[in-house]
């Protein structure tokens, strides 16, 4: 269910509207990040080197947009 409503609202207009399930973890979900927090703000720092950055700036936009 989790995996239907990312491909429905977040990867619209992506290579991986149509992924399977395994995909979509391997390639959004299981990514080496750090993650820092403070008072006010989480922050998310990923790899310079992520091979699907651009997929996954645009689904993590879609999901923040109101």
Not at 11 to 36: E, M, P, S
Not at 45 to 60: E, Q, R, T, V
Request: glycine share 2%.
């Amino acid at each position: 269910m989790l995996n239907e409503r990312l491909r429905a609202l977040a990867l619209q207009g992506t290579a991986l509207v149509n992924a399977q399930v395994d995909t979509l973890r391997i390639k959004l979900l299981k990514v080496a990040a750090v993650l820092t927090r403070n008072s006010r703000r989480i922050r998310l720092y990923l790899a310079s080197n992520l091979p699907n950055a651009d997929i996954f700036a645009h689904a993590m936009s879609e999901l923040l947009s109101p």
